[in-house]
């Protein structure tokens, strides 16, 4: 598959692990979770997280790969993002989205981590 179709589905997984993750968090109002879903899932949080997993090496040469796939395919870009970021993030999605296919346990592994770097606030004030 190409990577902007990985990135269709590990976006879609990726979600509703969060969703899910919140909800085990016992946190009941739409308005709350939405909000508090953003932080996980906004393309500046995906571009850090992967960032962060390259520079630790938590990626083997085949996740690398994968990444790459999302990233070199994606466009110009949202409006409220810049291109890099975007980019970065789709090749996240990307990430997730062949690891669902193909590995879910890694899959799962790669989601707990960016979710403990995003509620450790890690990644605050990290550079894309």
């Known amino acids: 598959m190409n990577g902007l179709t990985l990135a269709y589905i590990g976006d879609a997984y990726y979600e509703l692990c969060i969703r899910r993750y919140l909800l085990d968090k016992k946190i009941t109002s ?16 995906q571009s850090k ?22 990233r070199n395919a994606s466009g110009p870009g949202r409006k409220n993002t810049d291109a890099k970021t975007y980019h970065q993030a789709t090749g996240f999605e990307s990430l997730i ?32």
């Open 97 to 128: 989205g062949g690891l669902y296919l193909e590995d879910q346990t890694r899959c799962n592994q790669l989601i707990d981590k960016a979710i403990k770097l995003i509620e450790s606030g890690d990644l605050n004030g990290k550079n894309s």
């Open 30 to 45: 739409v308005n709350q979770l939405h909000k508090t879903a953003i932080k996980f899932t906004q393309g500046e949080s």
């Open 49 to 70: 997280i992967v960032m962060a997993f390259i520079e630790s090496n938590e990626l083997t040469e085949d996740e690398v790969s994968l990444y790459k796939r999302g």
